[in-house]
């Protein structure tokens, strides 16, 4: 059982005298205080028992920082820190009932894997009997049994990475945190151990926070998700929220594969009166749904960055009020083709079924008119604030 609450953290890292005459304001887009660097700023989070909880975003956006927090590897500048109530600020990290699983897997070569998994116990002095029933149940939970004997070198990166899960999850911790535990694998192995990841969770009773900078990881296995930028939150949801109700224009660029498209736009009210979008020679007017969030707003028309997402665009053959966009690249990925198009002076893509196409190909400097629908687009103030969500 672990309940966690995050308040009003933050980090800085003091500055030496000459960086402060460097900078006094920003760096590498983090905040410069006469304190010193702000790497995490007034981060706020409750954890429910045994949720997993996914920070993403960019290198250097503070989402390790805040891990090691939570794990007692880095001190806390000012907020608070709840671990099941108690407050853990100035506690041990041995005391904290927390494992951790690194992106090195930390391994101790010399061991065997028996003995990797034993450690932790040992240090505990935990009864032999004991100890034993944790390493084997621990070892059938990983699939990792047959190799309790082999030392780490004769172990591929994805069995050792097991064996990186499986010496902290011998511990029965209440909180189990993982910092980029799959980055060194290639995409099959990463596809294998994010399964084995899913199954984990509901293996063992641990409250699971999991880093990364990889927005397919925290689509697939997060109850919510924390995305950071700049060592601030940005958003807060479920996979589908922040995925289909994305807060800020960083939110929507950075969740998706591929990304958002983006165009310049103009919100407008038509003769009728409704709210409608207009992009280069097209004229959409928007959902009912998208109607009533925007009059609840009281919003005025204005100039806007509209965003699609690429498989919710539509090709047209006819002529008409459409954009037009030019094919720069066109990539064959077997159920798909995705078009690099260049339109109203942006970059974007545009995912077409092979079954649309019928026999149709669409060769580099192709033409083509597209449009999207009421209910997929999202607005964008020049702020990029989500209109519907402000």
Avoid: W
């Amino acid at each position: 059982m672990a309940t966690i609450s995050l308040r009003h953290i933050q980090k800085i890292y003091p500055q030496s005298a000459e960086d402060k005459k460097k900078n006094t304001h920003r760096t590498n887009n983090l905040k410069i205080t006469d304190e010193g660097v702000v790497a995490v700023d007034d981060f706020n989070l409750e954890i429910a028992d045994r949720e997993f909880i996914v920070f993403v975003g960019p290198s250097g956006c503070g989402k390790s920082t805040t891990l090691r927090m939570v794990a007692g590897l880095e001190e806390i500048t000012r907020g608070e820190l709840y671990i099941d109530g108690k407050l853990m600020n100035d506690i041990e990290p041995k005391d904290r009932d927390i494992a951790m699983v690194f992106q090195n897997y930390a391994l101790y070569p010399h061991m065997s894997v028996r003995q990797n998994l034993q450690f932790p116990l040992e240090l505990r002095k935990v009864p032999k009997d004991e100890m034993d029933r944790r390493v084997n149940e621990a070892a059938e939970i990983l699939s990792i049994t047959e190799y309790l004997e082999r030392k780490p070198k004769a172990l591929s990166g994805g069995q050792r990475q097991r064996v990186a899960i499986g010496r902290a999850i011998v511990r029965d911790p209440k909180v189990l945190l993982m910092d980029e535990p799959l980055s060194n694998l290639d995409a099959k192995l990463r596809n294998q151990m994010r399964a084995e990841i899913i199954k984990l969770r509901q293996k063992i009773n641990s409250t699971f926070i999991y880093v990364t900078h990889d927005q397919t990881e925290a689509m697939t296995l997060g109850d919510r998700i924390v995305i950071m930028k700049d060592g601030e939150i940005q958003q807060i949801g479920t996979p589908q929220e922040v995925f289909d109700e994305p807060k800020n224009l960083f939110v929507a660029g950075f969740i998706g594969m591929p990304q958002m498209n983006f165009y310049n736009g103009r919100l407008v009210k038509n003769k009728a009166g409704k709210y409608a979008v207009q992009v280069e020679n097209a004229e959409i007017e928007l959902s009912e749904e998208k109607q009533k969030n925007l009059e609840d707003r009281n919003t005025e028309p204005q100039e806007i960055t509209v965003g699609v997402r690429p498989e919710h665009i539509s090709l047209h053959e006819k002529e008409g009020a459409m954009i037009e966009g030019t094919v720069d690249v066109s990539e064959m990925m077997g159920s798909s083709v995705h078009l690099h198009i260049n339109a109203c002076g942006k970059d974007g893509i545009i995912i077409v079924p092979t079954l649309e196409l019928k026999n149709k190909s669409y060769g580099i400097g192709s033409k083509v008119r597209f449009t999207f629908g009421d209910n997929v687009i999202h607005m964008f103030d020049t702020e990029g604030m989500n209109l519907e969500y402000k």
